[in-house]
């Protein structure tokens, strides 16, 4: 099956830097990558995705990077905010439809 | 639309107590998961259905833990009995998966359960 591997398991920045979270996973046969925010208490929820055949997508001050030879993708927060302080979990879904999930990582942006 | 919706959001128990957790999934999605998350060994993967099929039941902790989906509109798990080790937030989730079509999975608010 996948394995998915995530680093860092925690992450502390000064507001206004940028974040990086990266993912790496064993399938080849993945082909659709979600990133999900958890704050406190609360359901994961999606945030940003992207598909095999697509290297890079942003959505303001967020985007992910996908690349396919190494396997590996990447979360990027830029500008960050007091707000973006939560656990995201990166993900891997394969043609089998389950998804695999990472082990998170905390985020505290410092204001 | 609603999302997925579970019940009850908290649920405290005596140990040996059976607990049914249920989930609807949003309406038109195929495939339904349960998740269960705790600090220590994080999101993990219970069970999924696909069109009211079990696909995969590996994740299933033991014999105590089970789980059916009736129709495309209801699921439940069931832990019977239960022990202070299932304490957790247990998340249902669902998606659709089509010819060349993907969604992406959408949690529930999850349960939050405690067994004393």
């Known amino acids: 099956g996948e394995n998915v591997e995530q680093h860092p398991s925690t992450l502390s920045v000064q507001e206004g830097d940028s974040a990086v979270i990266k993912c790496t996973y064993s399938?080849?046969?993945?082909?659709?990558f979600p990133w999900y925010k958890q704050e406190l208490g609360k359901r994961p929820q999606l945030i940003i995705d992207i598909r095999s055949n697509v290297g890079e997508k942003k959505d303001q001050r967020i985007a992910v990077t996908l690349n396919k030879t190494a396997k590996h993708f990447s979360l990027h927060i830029t500008e960050t905010q007091p707000e973006d302080s939560a656990v995201y979990f990166c993900?891997?879904?394969?043609?089998?439809?389950?998804?695999?999930f990472g082990t998170g990582t905390s985020l505290t942006v410092i204001p | 639309d609603a999302g997925v919706i579970q019940s009850p959001r908290h649920e405290v128990t005596e140990m040996g107590q059976e607990v049914t957790l249920r989930c609807k999934p949003i309406?038109?999605?195929?495939?339904l998961f349960w998740y269960r998350q705790t600090m220590m060994r994080g999101l993990e993967l219970l069970i999924y259905f696909n069109n009211n099929v079990p696909i995969d039941d590996s994740g299933m902790p033991e014999d105590r833990f089970s789980a059916k989906m009736p129709n495309a509109s209801f699921s439940t798990l069931k832990i019977q009995p239960s022990e202070p080790r299932d304490s957790a937030v247990y998340f249902c989730?669902?998606?659709?998966?089509?010819?060349?079509?993907?969604?992406?999975?959408?949690f529930g608010n999850g349960t939050r359960l405690t067994v004393t």
């Open positions: 989730a669902s998606s659709f998966t089509g010819r060349g079509a993907k969604s992406p999975l959408h």
């Open positions: 399938d080849s046969a993945s082909n659709y």
């Open positions: 993900a891997a879904n394969n043609t089998g439809n389950q998804f695999y």
């Open positions: 309406s038109g999605h195929n495939s």
